[in-house]
């Protein structure tokens, strides 16, 4: 069991250092093109491309920041209970959540199958849309394994 966890523990930082690229690279681009901007040479596409880069951005961060708990976490009701309470409470949040991004990388895969049977493409660049909805879409298949090690983990009395 060790091993498949440090394999999703594996997947999900590797997945994170793609989020982490892609944020550099938005980075990089706006400087670039608030640049050249002011020698009236715009970058042309830089909308469009910071566009699905941001959805890369946040699609490929959030297992990895599900696992180093860094979302934002609004315990002041849940604190108060007591420690059974609290395990509940988690457990029952992790399977809703569970569901909740099986479903979204199940229409998000269905919505990149779309977007490849009809041909969509950026207006610009032509870039096709296909490949960053398909992408998140297995990221919140991924993030169904993240939560599911964190229940293991929980059941073992290591969370």
């Known amino acids: 069991m060790q091993t498949i ?5 594996g997947l999900a930082r590797y997945m994170y250092s793609i989020a982490g690229i892609a944020l ?9 093109d608030v640049i050249l ?18 959805a890369v951005v946040i699609g490929f961060s959030v297992p990895q920041t599900s696992i180093e708990k860094g979302h934002v976490l609004m315990d002041f009701l849940t604190g108060r209970l007591p ?4 395990r509940i409470f988690h457990f029952l949040s992790r399977l809703l ?4 991004f099986f479903i979204i990388g199940w229409n998000l ?12 493409v950026s207006l610009t660049l032509k870039i096709p849309e296909f490949p960053v909805a398909m992408g998140v879409s297995i990221c919140s298949f991924i993030q169904c394994l993240v939560l599911a090690t964190d229940l293991i983990l929980m059941k073992e009395g290591k969370v």
């Open 37 to 54: 901007r002011a020698f009236k040479r715009p970058i042309v596409g830089t909308y469009e491309i910071v566009s699905l880069l941001g």
């Open 5 to 9: 966890i440090s394999l999703i523990r």
């Open 24 to 32: 550099a690279s938005i980075v990089f681009l706006t400087v670039a």
């Open 97 to 100: 959540a569970i569901f909740v």
């Open 109 to 120: 895969w269905l919505l990149g199958l779309d977007l490849k049977q009809t041909g969509t």
């Open 83 to 86: 420690f059974a309470g609290q």
